[in-house]
């Protein structure tokens, strides 16, 4: 629990909150099933020569997916890493993504950096996070 309030912008009660509805992190082996556990997940509405609109399947546990979302905002705000993030997806060139859909794509990034620390034991470093996308490092080390 110490190396999770290392993060700065995450409390206590939200820390208790995710692991009341993800349960033992044990019995995962990969983020991807509590990011589709928490209906995260991303599925595309095509039909035929239709293609539709990419979104959350919203299937899986409602609270875990509103508790993730409620710690983002005080994250985005306060956390330099995730507020860096969030500029990176909303404001790039290719592809920049909406205010709300950064805000799930840090929701993953975040079950990702929770599995790592609890289950792997990696401290949570906010250097090496930025450092996991390589266009954004060029684009800061320019800046």
């Not at 993060?7 to 009660?13: A, E, L, S, T, V």
């Not at 589709?36 to 919203?58: D, F, M, P, R, Y």
């Not at 990702?112 to 090496?128: A, M, N, Q, T």
């Amino acid at each position: 629990m110490k190396p999770l309030l290392a993060i700065k912008g995450i409390g206590r009660d939200s820390i208790a909150g995710f692991l009341a509805e993800v349960g033992d992190i044990e019995r995962y082996r990969h983020p991807k099933q509590i990011i589709k556990l928490a209906g995260l997940n991303l599925k595309e509405n095509t039909s035929g020569k239709h293609k539709g609109q990419t979104k959350i399947t919203k299937r899986g546990r409602k609270r875990l997916r509103a508790l993730l979302f409620r710690v983002m905002m005080p994250l985005v705000a306060k956390n330099r890493a995730f507020k860096a993030l969030h500029q990176y997806y909303t404001k790039r060139s290719n592809n920049p993504l909406k205010k709300m859909q950064s805000l799930i794509a840090l929701c993953g990034k975040l079950i990702r950096i929770l599995f790592g620390v609890l289950k792997k034991g990696h401290p949570f470093r906010e250097e090496k996070m930025l450092r996991d996308i390589p266009r954004f490092t060029v684009m800061s080390l320019a800046a």
